[in-house]
C-alpha cells in the first residue's frame, strides 16, 4: 500500500514539472517579438532519493523544478556594449560631417570654385576695357556674391553648431532619464529577489535600458557584490558608469548636467552660449565615446585647439572649418585691398609682408562732374558699426581701416574679418556711382590704364598667398581635409555597424526566442505531461483493484 501512494506522488511530481515546462514554452512563444527578451528554461533536477528500509538501495522520488533561468551571455553584453558606443559615436560624426560637405557645396555649379571663377573672370573682362561701367558694375556684383556665399557658409555652420549644442543637451537629458529609469528597476529587482528567486523579465528590461544607455556615452555596467544578505546570500548591487564614476549606484542616480559657458573659447569660431557636460554634484566628466561624444567633438573640435570640459582638441569640427574660412576671408582681403601678405614664422607669430600693390593703391575712374580720381578704397572690408550711418553695416575704407597706416598695423586690423561679416566695401555697393571707385588704374587720371589691376589678378596665382598655395589650393585642401575625415567616418562607422550587428545576432542566437525550439520543446513536455497523466491513471486502476476487487 505505501508503495502504490508512494508512486501516486512520484507521478504527481512528473505532471507538476511537465505543466511548469509547458508554462514557460507558453511565456517564451508570446515574447517572441519583445524586445530585449531573453529565453527563458526550467532548471530540473532529480527529487532526493528514499532509502529502501530493506536496506538494498535508494529509491528515486520523481523530479522537481528549483528555478527558471534566464539564458543569457554576459561576456556577449559587455562586448555588445562597447561596439555600440563606437558605433554610436561614428554614426553621429559620419552624418554631420556630410552636413557641414553639403555646406560647401563641393563640387557644384554654386560652390567656391564657381564663385572665385566668376569674381576673376569679371576682372579679367574689366580689364580689357577699364573704362566700361557695365564692366565695373559687374565686378562689383562678382564681389558681392563672393561676399554673400562665406556669409551664407559662416551662417550655416553657426546654425548647425546651435543645433549641435541643443542636441547635446537632448542627450544629456535622454541619459539622465534612462538612468532615473534603471535606479527603480534596481528597487524592483532587488525586492523580488531578496526570497531567492530571480527577477527575469525584469532583467531583461534593464538590459534593453543598459542596450540604449551605450550607445549614448561609454559605459560600464556590472553587479557588483558588497556583503552577505541575512539569508547567506551574497548582497549585489547593480552599478553602471560613465567614465569611472557611477551614473546608477543600485538605488542611488548621480545624474549629468548641461552648464553653458560664460564665455566663448574660441571667439570668431563659436557661438554663444554653448553647454558644457558635467556631473550634477559639480564635478567634471570627460566623455570617451558614443553619441555625446560624437556631437562634442563635431561641435568643438578645433584640431589641436585644448577645448577643455570633456571636448575633443584633436578633432576637426565645426570650430575647425569656421576657422579656415575665417583665414580665407582675411588673407585674401588683405591681399587683394593691400598687396600684402600674412604668413607665420617659426615661432608662431604672424609677419605681414607688402608683395605688391593693392586695390588701396590704386585710382578708381573720375566720377561725372568730379575732377579727381578716387584711391585708398578698399575692394572688401566687414560688416561693423558705421558712426556715419549711425548702425551696424557694410563699412566704407576710412571707418575700416582708421588710422592705421603701416604694414603690421593694416595687418593686425584685418585679424577683425571674419567669414560672416566679410563683405564688399560701401564705397562700392552703397555710394551713388560705386562701381567709379573699383580701383583699376595705377596712374591717376588714365582711365584706360589698368596696370593695378593686373597686380591684383596676379594674386590669383601667388603661390605664397596661403601656406597650401592659391587661393584654389587653400580651399581644396579644406574641402579635402573635409571629405578624407568624412569618408573615414562612415568606413568607422559601417565597420562598427557590421561588428555590432555580428554581436547582436550571436546575442540572439543565445537568448532569442526560436519558435521551432519552442515547438519540439513543446511536444517534448506534452508527452511528458500525457505520461505522467497516465501514470496516475495506472495507479488509480492499481487502487481500485486493491481496495474493491481484492478478496472478492
Not at 23 to 37: A, C, E, R, W
Not at 330 to 351: H, P, Q, W, Y
Not at 407 to 418: E, F, H, I, S
Not at 499 to 521: H, P, Y
Amino acid at each position: 500500500m505505501r508503495t502504490s501512494f508512494f508512486a501516486l506522488n512520484v507521478a504527481e511530481r512528473g505532471l507538476y514539472a511537465a505543466q511548469r515546462s509547458l508554462d514557460i514554452v507558453n511565456h517564451n512563444i508570446n515574447n517572441v517579438n519583445t524586445p530585449g527578451y531573453s529565453r527563458q528554461m526550467a532548471v530540473q533536477r532529480a527529487a532526493q532519493a528514499m532509502p529502501v528500509y530493506d536496506g538494498t538501495g535508494m529509491i528515486g522520488t520523481g523530479s522537481e523544478v528549483t528555478s527558471i533561468s534566464r539564458i543569457r551571455d554576459e561576456y556577449l553584453d559587455f562586448k555588445y556594449w562597447s561596439e555600440s558606443t563606437a558605433s554610436g559615436e561614428w554614426e553621429v560624426k559620419a552624418t554631420q560631417l556630410e552636413d557641414i560637405e553639403k555646406t560647401f557645396n563641393e563640387p557644384s555649379d554654386s560652390g567656391f570654385n564657381k564663385v572665385l571663377d566668376e569674381y576673376f573672370a569679371s576682372l579679367q573682362e574689366l580689364s580689357k576695357d577699364p573704362s566700361s561701367t557695365a564692366a565695373r558694375k559687374l565686378v562689383v556684383g562678382r564681389g558681392v556674391s563672393m561676399a554673400k556665399y562665406f556669409n551664407n557658409v559662416a551662417v550655416h555652420m553657426e546654425k548647425l553648431q546651435t543645433d549641435l549644442n541643443y542636441t547635446v543637451k537632448l542627450k544629456v537629458d535622454e541619459v539622465n532619464s534612462l538612468g532615473v529609469q534603471l535606479k527603480h528597476l534596481n528597487e524592483q529587482i532587488y525586492s523580488s529577489e531578496l526570497d531567492g528567486n530571480v527577477a527575469n523579465d525584469l532583467r531583461d528590461q534593464r538590459s534593453v535600458i543598459v542596450d540604449k544607455l551605450s550607445k549614448l556615452a561609454n559605459i560600464q555596467a556590472e553587479e557588483v557584490t558588497v556583503g552577505k544578505l541575512p539569508n547567506g546570500r551574497e548582497d549585489k548591487h547593480y552599478v553602471v558608469t560613465i567614465s569611472g564614476k557611477a551614473l546608477v549606484d543600485h538605488f542611488e542616480l548621480t545624474q549629468l548636467k548641461v552648464v553653458q559657458r560664460e564665455n566663448k573659447l574660441n571667439v570668431n569660431e563659436d557661438v554663444e552660449h554653448l553647454y558644457d557636460v558635467a556631473w550634477e554634484d559639480g564635478n567634471t566628466i570627460n566623455i570617451r565615446g558614443g553619441e555625446l561624444k560624437g556631437y562634442l567633438d563635431i561641435r568643438d573640435g578645433n584640431d589641436g585647439q585644448d577645448q577643455g570640459n570633456g571636448a575633443s582638441p584633436l578633432y576637426k569640427g565645426v570650430p575647425f572649418y569656421i576657422k579656415k574660412i575665417n583665414d580665407f576671408v582675411r588673407k585674401f582681403a588683405l591681399a587683394v585691398n593691400e598687396g600684402i601678405i600674412e604668413s607665420t614664422d617659426s615661432s608662431g607669430t604672424k609677419v605681414f609682408t607688402k608683395i605688391n600693390s593693392g586695390h588701396a593703391d590704386g585710382y578708381g575712374m573720375k566720377k561725372p562732374g568730379s575732377t579727381t580720381n578716387t584711391t585708398g578704397i578698399r575692394f572688401f572690408t566687414m560688416v561693423g558699426w558705421s558712426s556715419a550711418n549711425n548702425k551696424y553695416t557694410e563699412l566704407e575704407s576710412n571707418e575700416f581701416i582708421g588710422g592705421a597706416t603701416t604694414v603690421n598695423a593694416l595687418g593686425n586690423l584685418y585679424q577683425k574679418m571674419t567669414a560672416k561679416n566679410f563683405s564688399m566695401s560701401a564705397d562700392l555697393t552703397h555710394q551713388e556711382m560705386g562701381e567709379y571707385n573699383v580701383a583699376v588704374s595705377g596712374v591717376a587720371g588714365e582711365k584706360e590704364d589698368n596696370s593695378n589691376l593686373m597686380k591684383i589678378m596676379d594674386m590669383r596665382h601667388n603661390i605664397h598667398l596661403f601656406a597650401e598655395g592659391t587661393p584654389e589650393d587653400y580651399m581644396k585642401s579644406v574641402v579635402s581635409s573635409l571629405g578624407i575625415d568624412s569618408q573615414q567616418a562612415i568606413r568607422i562607422f559601417e565597420t562598427q555597424e557590421v561588428i555590432t550587428k555580428q554581436i547582436e545576432n550571436r546575442r540572439s542566437s543565445i537568448s532569442g526566442v526560436s519558435l521551432d525550439e519552442e515547438m519540439a520543446n513543446l511536444v517534448k513536455f506534452q508527452h511528458a505531461y500525457n505520461a505522467s497523466a497516465k501514470m496516475i491513471s495506472t495507479i488509480g486502476q492499481i487502487y481500485d483493484i486493491l481496495i474493491n476487487r481484492l478478496g472478492t
